[in-house]
């Protein structure tokens, strides 16, 4: 069984990784955050005996929250993961338009 927490907003997350006190290279959020989508993709398509269970995080009210997705199939599962695919060049720019 597999956990996976995906942010409701990339940019609030961008932006919460850059205040960390352990600082990683900005290279670092569009590589973890680009590779761990297409993971879960690639894993819910070729390991259907392993339970995938995603986790929104979201800001609300000034407090984290964290939310379990409910899908009713796999192929729900499946389509949510292949609309969440982004590259690295994809995180970039969707970071810099809001910036």
């Known amino acids: 069984m597999i956990y996976a927490v995906v942010p409701d907003d ?5 932006i919460a990784f850059l ?6 290279s900005e290279e670092h959020f569009y590589r973890t955050h680009s590779g761990s989508r297409s993971t879960l993709l ?7 005996e392993i339970k995938l ?3 929104e995080s979201s800001y609300t009210q000034n407090k984290l929250q964290f ?8 192929k729900q599962l499946v389509a949510y993961l292949v609309s969440l695919q982004l590259s690295e060049i994809d995180i970039i720019k969707l970071i810099e338009e809001k910036l």
């Open 10 to 14: 990339l940019n609030r997350a961008f």
């Open 19 to 24: 205040g960390r006190d352990r600082q990683f």
């Open 67 to 74: 939310a379990r997705i409910e899908f009713e199939n796999k």
């Open 53 to 55: 269970n995603i986790i």
């Open 42 to 48: 690639w894993l819910a398509q070729n390991h259907p």
